[in-house]
């Protein structure tokens, strides 16, 4: 084992920190592409990480079962790995695919039950209203909202909910709230990528209405009334309330019609080979210094 084993995983813990804190350029929709990208691939390495030197450990423990695991699963070399390192790698391990189910499954819960209401409004007077992805799913609101805002204010809403069913942004919400889950210093990552995703949807509205001040108005309006709670389906208005309306009432972020896709395209193609060139790198180098060794 050499320490290019824990680089991709270093490298995306260090990439999702700066993300997470240095605010973005980028139109809305490339930032939160971005962020999703750098979070889902922070948690494949972590769970990668932790499964490889697991295994290596277990090789170390039971050598006549190694006979049966891939070559390329292994670290290239007969040393044993010490307990100080794959004790910490077996737990982490199970520790992080605990987190993985127990967060997917109260996904799944609060899934079922959005999907269950979204036949109906909500029979509330705080205004709510929710994106419910899937076949049955659909833009979920309350009988508050309804009676609350003018036909515009409520076409705003469905254009900014209709947004987040279109591009599929649970899936976005998803890999950041794992991410954080995993690794809570990962959080702000995960709040910056809400935040994204909240005013890609925004400009989204904006630009179906053709009236930035009216989309800014109805935010701050349904602001007022308790968020809903960040899951897998986006809130109209759950997150950087401040931020948004002060965007919307600024001047349109510019589409990165270049700079966004050449970004994207570029840190998902590093992210996604990362793991795959440091595992080469460490059967190199580890080949490498053997065979130095065996000509000393």
């Given at each position: 084992m050499t320490w290019f084993t824990f680089l991709p995983l270093a490298i995306m813990t260090v990439l999702g920190l700066v993300l997470g804190r240095v605010p973005s350029a980028l139109h809305p929709s490339w930032s939160a592409r971005l962020l999703a990208t750098t979070a889902a691939m922070t948690v494949l390495a972590l769970l990668g990480t932790c499964f490889f030197v697991a295994v290596n450990y277990a090789a170390t423990l039971a050598p006549s079962a190694a006979a049966h695991v891939p070559e390329w699963a292994l670290f290239g070399d007969d040393r044993p790995l010490p307990a100080l390192v794959g004790v910490p790698a077996?737990?982490?391990?199970?520790?992080?695919?605990a987190i993985t189910g127990r967060t997917a499954l109260r996904w799944a819960g609060e899934l079922r039950g959005a999907?269950?209401?979204a036949a109906r409004p909500l029979e509330t007077e705080v205004?709510?209203?929710?994106?419910v992805p899937g076949r049955r799913g659909?833009?979920?609101?309350?009988?508050?909202?309804m009676r609350g805002l003018t036909p515009d204010e409520l076409q705003v809403v469905f254009r900014h909910e209709e947004s987040h069913l279109r591009h599929r942004h649970h899936r976005y919400l998803a890999a950041g709230a794992l991410?954080?889950?995993?690794?809570?210093?990962?959080?702000?990552?995960?709040?910056?990528?809400?935040?994204?995703?909240?005013?890609?949807?925004?400009?989204?509205?904006a630009e179906a209405t053709g009236d930035r001040g009216l989309v800014a108005r109805t935010i701050a309006k349904v602001a007022l009334a308790h968020p809903v709670a960040p899951g897998p389906a986006a809130a109209f208005a759950e997150s950087g309330v401040v931020h948004r309306v002060e965007a919307l009432l600024g001047t349109p972020p510019d589409k990165n019609a270049i700079t966004g896709p050449l970004l994207f395209v570029g840190n998902g193609f590093v992210t996604s080979s990362l793991t795959a060139a440091t595992l080469q790198l460490d059967h190199a180098v580890v080949s490498g210094l053997l065979t130095l060794h065996a000509i000393r």
């Open positions: 077996v737990l982490g391990t199970a520790a992080c695919f999907r269950a209401a205004p709510i209203a929710v994106a659909g833009v979920l609101l309350s009988r508050g909202l991410a954080a889950a995993l690794l809570p210093p990962l959080r702000p990552l995960r709040d910056r990528l809400l935040l994204s995703v909240e005013r890609w949807a925004d400009e989204d509205a």
